[in-house]
């Protein structure tokens, strides 16, 4: 058993996107802080300029943040994108409640976006940029040392540059964490969340439903009781059904690296 830190972990599923984990002390009424950056750059997909659009449009399927226009059937996949993540989380007991802020810039598609939907029909878009911010509320209950139950509150705001269309996505749901120990000061740790029910906006106007699911793997390190050094994986798809009658399909993967710090509140 690792000296430094005992066996709970909060590992926060934040669905789609926002997951990250979170380390204890021996005191169980404490804060955390983290950070975290998500870097996927494909843009030396689309460097080449002889015209090859074929070449182009099969590579559009390996972006970090890409789907399918059920509307137009065009396919979407951003060329570069990068978030920064900061969450805050509290642990009293067996229980805890965080929140987590997570920062989109310039997602940029040299090619088709995802379709700006809104009550009346829907726009086409190609050739744009779109920040994309995500924001989670969460509380949760430690079964045992090793794997934790919460729901979640979550909300997605995209933001499309040209024209500045606004989407927004409100939903709730629940998850599930684990955390092993697997040598001295590393602990693996895995998260499942599931958004069952959510709310999409276009402009302030509803105009859909959706739901859906994000996995995420990763590699604490235990600098000291308070520092730690997170590395992982994250993978979410979501699908937005809309009042039209045809979906929109979003994956997002993404690897990243942080920092967390806690301390004791005893």
Excluded: C
Excluded at 235 to 254: D, I, L, P, R, W
């Amino acid at each position: 058993m690792p000296t430094l830190y005992n066996n709970r972990l909060i590992i926060t599923v934040l669905f789609i996107s926002m997951l990250h984990a979170k380390t204890v002390v021996a005191s169980q009424n404490n804060l955390s802080f983290s950070i975290r950056v998500f870097e996927q750059d494909y843009s030396a997909l689309f460097d080449n300029d002889d015209g090859d659009y074929q070449r182009q449009k099969e590579s559009y399927k390996d972006g970090a943040w890409n789907g399918k226009n059920g509307g137009s059937d065009t396919r979407f996949s951003s060329s570069s994108g990068q978030q920064l993540a900061f969450s805050g989380a509290y642990q009293y007991g067996d229980f805890y409640t965080g929140l987590n802020i997570q920062l989109g810039e310039k997602y940029k598609f040299r090619g088709k976006t995802p379709d700006q939907i809104t009550p009346t029909g829907t726009t086409e878009v190609s050739n744009d940029k779109i920040n994309r911010n995500e924001l989670d509320i969460i509380f949760g209950y430690y079964l045992n040392e090793y794997f934790s139950l919460f729901v979640d509150t979550k909300r997605i705001s995209s933001t499309w540059k040209s024209n500045h269309y606004r989407q927004e996505f409100i939903g709730s749901g629940f998850g599930v964490t684990a955390a092993w120990p697997i040598y001295k000061n590393f602990t693996l740790y895995g998260s499942a969340g599931f958004i069952i029910a959510g709310q999409i906006k276009g402009n302030g106007q509803k105009v859909g439903k959706g739901h859906g699911v994000a996995l995420d793997l990763g590699l604490m390190y235990a600098i000291n009781l308070s520092h730690r050094l997170i590395f992982g994986l994250k993978e979410s798809h979501y699908v937005y059904k809309f009042n039209a009658g045809h979906e929109q399909t979003h994956h997002m993967g993404a690897v990243y690296i942080g920092y967390s710090y806690t301390f004791s509140l005893d």
